[in-house]
């Protein structure tokens, strides 16, 4: 197991000690073995879909717990390959991603579908594959987005499209379209709403409900997935180097003791060498797989 409190650094103590009293994780439905039968069985789901969504729950080093792993690799169509794949090129080759996922651990390997269907009756046996489908225009020129903007979330220099209402308040749609799993980056700040001026929100969500801390934020994030009963799966961020391993420790440890399900650590497993990739995906794991990381 990894040294938590060592890779933490001088937050360790701030974020393996914290305390939500805003929300108290008796408000949430928390992940657990029985996740499946306890929450998704009381949903409109067909047995195929409780099928699909125990295999998930059910494979790789977190198997078992309730909580997930995933390696996302579709950034060769959202971006360019080259932007995705150069750092490492071997996994140009679709084998290799699904072989990192096999070989790092992972619940599931969410990718194309051309990723998925060039090894699918060499892996799909092996482990569960989830389709990504994207909808960002990035290899337009002017870069377009399928969506309808009504305002600015970038503020006086604060980016708010990071803030915990906003990335709440779309959690929350998420949920409301009965998403299995909703994934979301980690808020980083809080006062989108205020801060443009738009949409309606309540005092309440940022003088008692939360506070600037990041385990209060994902709290926040995490409510919003009806209160759990959809599984807030925190995005692993982009690649930076040497730092890697420490953010990617960091961003469990605050999912975890938020009451999310897990994470999605992509960018930073396979732009670098395989071992080190693998070694990544298993420090990820360790940290859900440590009981002394409780649900704060």
Request: aromatic fraction near 6%; proline fraction near 4%; glycine fraction near 10%.
């Amino acid at each position: 197991m990894i040294e938590i409190e060592e890779i933490l650094g001088d937050e360790a103590q701030d974020l393996l000690g914290h305390t939500c009293e805003g929300v108290a994780r008796s408000d949430l439905v928390l992940p657990g073995p029985d996740f499946v039968d306890r929450v998704a069985t009381d949903s409109d789901r067909s047995p195929r879909v409780l099928r699909n969504l125990q295999s998930v729950f059910e494979h790789g080093r977190l198997a078992g717990t309730g909580y997930l792993s995933i390696l996302p690799v579709d950034l060769g169509v959202e971006h360019s390959a080259a932007a995705s794949f150069a750092p490492n090129p071997r996994y140009f080759d679709p084998r290799h991603i699904v072989e990192l996922a096999v070989e790092g651990g992972c619940n599931a390997v969410a990718s194309s579908l051309g990723v998925l269907g060039a090894t699918s009756r060499r892996f799909a046996h092996r482990i569960p594959f989830i389709v990504k489908l994207n909808h960002n225009e990035l290899l337009t020129h002017p870069t377009r987005y399928d969506q309808i903007m009504f305002a600015s979330v970038e503020h006086d220099g604060v980016d708010y499209s990071l803030s915990a209402d906003l990335t709440g308040q779309a959690n929350h749609l998420g949920a409301t379209i009965e998403a299995d799993l909703v994934k979301q980056k980690q808020p980083e700040n809080n006062g989108g709403f205020t801060a443009i001026g738009f949409g309606r929100t309540d005092p309440r969500v940022y003088d008692e409900l939360t506070t600037d801390h990041p385990i209060d934020l994902t709290r926040w994030q995490v409510l919003n997935c009806f209160a759990g009963r959809a599984g807030l799966i925190n995005s692993g961020g982009a690649s930076a180097g040497d730092g890697d391993l420490a953010q990617a420790i960091r961003t469990a440890v605050i999912n975890k003791r938020a009451g999310g399900t897990g994470l999605i650590t992509g960018r930073k497993a396979f732009q670098r060498p395989t071992a080190d990739g693998i070694a990544l995906l298993h420090a990820v794991q360790d940290v859900y797989l440590d009981d002394r990381v409780t649900v704060a």
